[in-house]
């Protein structure tokens, strides 16, 4: 079923994620913004039971940047829906009220109620626009189920707020925060210095969804932030090998590879990817010229000696030089 709540929650984390790199890369970030359901798609949300035949159409007037209106298309050309072009000149009347339907970090919904319509009256009215709705051609109907859509999104909404309460939630937010990883617009989040456990950073994760997409680069790049158990969990042990040793990234707790590999450049170093860790059997002969030429060279490590040994066949080989030229 279609949830217009969970297209605005999407798209406040779209903006979070944006938002982040953009901090990284000195760049401008994205304004928080109102969006404001108007006309028919108000029905979609709208505190009656009806059964009305599916406009694909949502009207809203927002004052987002281009950027969050081209993602907000995208999200709901997920559903089905299309954002209307011309919805901001739906003309609502200026006594109109607006109820709450979505309060994020960077977004805000809320949906137009009928301005001057009481009870009953007001249900019938709405009733008779939908009706209205179904008499269009090729219309596709669907039915709406018993329970307010509003009155979910509201329920969710405490929910995710109680959960932002809890004190394992704010102990990881305000770690990354206070690293550097994260901001946040979200009150009373107090910064925090010290490692957190990997099981709370992991349910935080659940919370907020940055925190996931951030924990394998965490892991890897900076572990210094968590207090690790002595054995870790299947799944964190696997995206761990998977990033260190340079295979196929699974996913990680519903998060896909290419929402969390690229914050492995981000985190720690800028631009550097982890060592991947490779083994080699030498001969004794080998090992005691490895030793000579770490003493003799400005190396400080065997690798440091073979990676410099490797730069040099490298530029001296004609087969790389003609694959260069």
């Not at 009806?50 to 159409?57: E, H, N, S, V």
Request: charged share 30%; net charge positive; hydrophobic share 40%.
């Amino acid at each position: 079923m279609f949830v217009l709540v969970d297209v605005f929650l999407a798209l406040d984390q779209w903006v979070a994620r944006e938002n982040v790199r953009a901090r990284a890369d000195g760049t401008p970030t994205h304004k928080k913004c109102t969006i404001r359901v108007l006309g028919q798609a108000a029905l979609w949300v709208a505190k009656v039971d009806l059964t009305l035949t599916a406009t694909r159409d949502l009207d809203a007037y927002a004052d987002y940047d281009w950027e969050v209106q081209k993602e907000l298309e995208r999200l709901l050309a997920k559903d089905g829906k299309v954002l209307d072009p011309h919805g901001h000149e739906v003309w609502m009347p200026r006594e109109t009220r607006y109820d709450l339907l979505y309060e994020g970090t960077y977004v805000d919904a809320r949906v137009a109620i009928d301005h001057r319509v009481p009870g009953e009256r007001r249900k019938q009215a709405l009733l008779r626009t939908g009706a209205e709705v179904c008499c269009g051609l090729g219309a596709v109907r669907m039915t709406r189920a018993q329970d307010d859509l509003q009155t979910r999104a509201r329920k969710r909404y405490r929910a995710l707020r109680r959960k932002q309460r809890d004190p394992r939630f704010r102990k990881v937010m305000g770690r990354f925060v206070a690293d550097g990883l994260l901001a946040t617009t979200i009150e009373g989040i107090p910064l925090h210095e010290k490692r957190v456990p990997l099981e709370e950073a992991l349910w935080a994760g659940t919370v907020e969804p940055r925190i996931m997409e951030l924990l394998p680069a965490v892991l890897v790049k900076k572990p210094r932030l968590l207090r690790l158990p002595k054995e870790l969990p299947d799944d964190v042990a696997a995206v761990m090998y998977a990033i260190r040793h340079g295979k196929p990234a699974p996913s990680f707790r519903g998060v896909a590879p290419d929402r969390y590999l690229p914050w492995v450049t981000e985190v720690g170093r800028k631009g550097k990817s982890p060592s991947v860790l490779k083994s080699f059997r030498f001969k004794h002969e080998d090992v005691l010229r490895l030793s000579r030429l770490r003493r003799s060279l400005p190396a400080r490590s065997d690798t440091e000696v073979i990676r410099m040994a490797l730069e040099l066949l490298e530029g001296t080989s004609p087969a790389w030089k003609e694959s260069t030229s």
